[in-house]
């Protein structure tokens, strides 16, 4: 890409874009040699904020920059809803490039709209033509934001609307008023001081017919003394101190608004009193001129103070939602700890719970091997049956089985051969029958000594 005034005198300076799609205005250009980054934060060369879904869009959504070839690259920097290039989707963290009449889209599409809101298509044009229809970047949208910030939030054409201007077309223009005291006023005839200087009146007030009429003492105007309110830091204010503040903003609004209604009737009694050019009106004259004075000074006062209280209000609201803020932060603080006893406690009845199991199960398979114990039949690992105390006292000897001669390596308790001897012994004389329990006796007691 030939980078803008790069080309020679005569020939179309060409620029590389991402045009987007269905409109002619917001495209993106990309400057030769920099790198683009396109998202809703604010460190992005272009940032893009979506008015239908705000997460739509991530922080830094993906990255556009030229490889050593000279040929532009799209990156899609790990956002949430992707970035798809031709209708596929891109693996993150990986450089893919681009070309004339590619489509790029960023996020994916509503459930009730077929497109997705930002989709764009890499076109090479005119730098002409691209001018008027790019896109503001980051750092020109901050400036710009913060140069209305600075502005005045209440002007006079703001409090005045449509209805502000009289018959006569008069509109008192409160930007070039000057309420400082201590300033006399001279007429323009005989530098005598005379009538209110023409910077506090409607510039057709300040004629010289009227000076001509006028003479006599100093006139000073003195307006108002301005208190600005005093503003207590506190850590979260009240809302009731809000709602005070409120309501005598609401008041301070209604009171300028009757003072310009009372300054343009002053101005218009003026104008008719000039236009009646007679002779007994002079003293008339000067009187209105010096109420009108007043009242533009009184006016200037009143929304100076407005202005103040406005100030205040606002530092009011933003320390309440700092204090809300900080309160949500300690409240979800709390749910947290809250949240990580219970576990705890959970935790330690599941081990109480387990350690109970434990020590059951440990019972349980106790009775069984004392169970086991009585158990008379014993199966060798080479599956010969013997009885175990028979089996005890042949291993005292050799440790092997008596029948195959190989080794013995474990003993299974047999439950079945057992109850089938004992069935088995059931149909047998009554004398084998004691003979049977006094030798298992016998046994039990050797065993016990």
């Given at each position: 890409?030939?980078?803008?005034?790069?080309?020679?005198?005569?020939?179309?300076?060409?620029?590389?874009?991402?045009?987007?799609?269905?409109?002619?205005?917001?495209?993106?250009?990309?400057?030769?040699?920099?790198?683009?980054?396109?998202?809703?934060?604010?460190?992005?060369?272009?940032?893009?904020?979506?008015?239908?879904?705000?997460?739509?869009?991530?922080?830094?959504?993906?990255?556009?920059?030229?490889?050593?070839?000279?040929?532009?690259?799209?990156?899609?920097?790990?956002?949430?809803?992707?970035?798809?290039?031709?209708?596929?989707?891109?693996?993150?963290?990986?450089?893919?490039?681009?070309?004339?009449?590619?489509?790029?889209?960023?996020?994916?599409?509503?459930?009730?709209?077929?497109?997705?809101?930002?989709?764009?298509?890499?076109?090479?044009?005119?730098?002409?033509?691209?001018?008027?229809?790019?896109?503001?970047?980051?750092?020109?949208?901050?400036?710009?934001?913060?140069?209305?910030?600075?502005?005045?939030?209440?002007?006079?054409?703001?409090?005045?609307?449509?209805g502000a201007e009289g018959p006569s077309n008069l509109k008192s223009k409160m930007?070039?008023?000057?309420?400082?005291?201590?300033?006399?006023?001279?007429?323009?005839?005989?530098?005598?001081?005379?009538?209110?200087?023409?910077?506090?009146?409607?510039?057709?007030?300040?004629?010289?017919?009227?000076?001509?009429?006028?003479?006599?003492?100093?006139?000073?105007?003195?307006?108002?003394?301005?208190?600005?309110?005093?503003?207590?830091?506190?850590?979260?204010?009240?809302?009731?101190?809000?709602?005070?503040?409120?309501?005598?903003?609401?008041?301070?609004?209604?009171?300028?608004?009757?003072?310009?209604?009372?300054?343009?009737?002053?101005?218009?009694?003026?104008?008719?009193?000039?236009?009646?050019?007679?002779?007994?009106?002079?003293?008339?004259?000067?009187?209105?001129?010096?109420?009108?004075?007043?009242?533009q000074c009184q006016l200037c006062a009143e929304q100076a103070q407005q202005q103040?209280?406005?100030?205040?209000?606002?530092?009011?609201?933003?320390?309440?939602?700092?204090?809300?803020?900080?309160?949500?932060?300690?409240?979800?603080?709390?749910?947290?700890?809250?949240?990580?006893?219970?576990?705890?406690?959970?935790?330690?009845?599941?081990?109480?719970?387990?350690?109970?199991?434990?020590?059951?199960?440990?019972?349980?398979?106790?009775?069984?091997?004392?169970?086991?114990?009585?158990?008379?039949?014993?199966?060798?690992?080479?599956?010969?049956?013997?009885?175990?105390?028979?089996?005890?006292?042949?291993?005292?000897?050799?440790?092997?089985?008596?029948?195959?001669?190989?080794?013995?390596?474990?003993?299974?308790?047999?439950?079945?051969?057992?109850?089938?001897?004992?069935?088995?012994?059931?149909?047998?004389?009554?004398?084998?029958?004691?003979?049977?329990?006094?030798?298992?006796?016998?046994?039990?007691?050797?065993?016990?000594?």
């Open positions: 890409m030939e980078k803008p005034g790069s080309l020679a005198t005569g020939l179309r300076c060409q620029s590389w874009c991402l045009r987007r799609v269905g409109m002619n205005v917001e495209w993106l250009l990309l400057e030769d040699g920099r790198e683009v980054s396109l998202g809703r934060g604010f460190g992005v060369t272009y940032q893009l904020v979506s008015k239908v879904c705000p997460l739509m869009i991530s922080r830094k959504h993906c990255v556009l920059k030229q490889n050593p070839e000279g040929q532009w690259t799209i990156m899609d920097n790990k956002s949430l809803n992707g970035v798809w290039l031709n209708r596929v989707r891109l693996e993150p963290l990986k450089f893919y490039a681009i070309r004339q009449g590619d489509h790029i889209q960023l996020g994916v599409p509503l459930d009730n709209k077929e497109n997705a809101e930002y989709e764009y298509e890499v076109s090479e044009e005119d730098w002409e033509q691209v001018v008027p229809r790019l896109a503001l970047k980051c750092k020109q949208m901050m400036e710009k934001n913060k140069s209305l910030r600075t502005k005045r939030k209440f002007s006079l054409d703001e409090l005045e609307g449509s930007d070039e008023m000057s309420c400082e005291p201590g300033q006399p006023v001279q007429s323009h005839e005989n530098g005598k001081v005379a009538s209110p200087p023409s910077k506090y009146l409607d510039p057709k007030l300040a004629s010289p017919e009227a000076q001509e009429k006028v003479s006599g003492a100093d006139v000073y105007s003195t307006p108002p003394k301005i208190i600005a309110p005093h503003h207590n830091k506190q850590k979260g204010s009240n809302p009731s101190t809000s709602q005070s503040s409120l309501e005598l903003f609401k008041m301070t609004m209604s009171r300028i608004l009757k003072l310009k209604t009372e300054l343009q009737e002053k101005q218009m009694a003026v104008l008719n009193v000039k236009r009646q050019k007679q002779k007994g009106n002079s003293k008339t004259l000067v009187k209105m001129e010096e109420e009108l004075q007043a009242l103040a209280r406005v100030e205040e209000l606002e530092k009011t609201f933003q320390e309440e939602e700092q204090h809300l803020q900080d309160l949500e932060k300690e409240q979800g603080e709390e749910d947290l700890k809250q949240q990580l006893v219970q576990a705890l406690q959970e935790h330690r009845a599941l081990m109480e719970e387990l350690n109970r199991s434990k020590k059951d199960f440990e019972a349980i398979i106790q009775a069984k091997n004392r169970e086991l114990e009585q158990t008379k039949a014993v199966t060798l690992n080479c599956a010969h049956s013997f009885c175990s105390y028979c089996i005890k006292e042949w291993m005292k000897r050799k440790i092997e089985c008596p029948i195959c001669r190989k080794d013995i390596e474990s003993k299974t308790y047999s439950l079945v051969l057992d109850n089938c001897i004992n069935k088995m012994v059931d149909n047998l004389s009554s004398e084998v029958k004691e003979r049977r329990v006094a030798l298992i006796r016998e046994r039990k007691a050797k065993r016990l000594s």
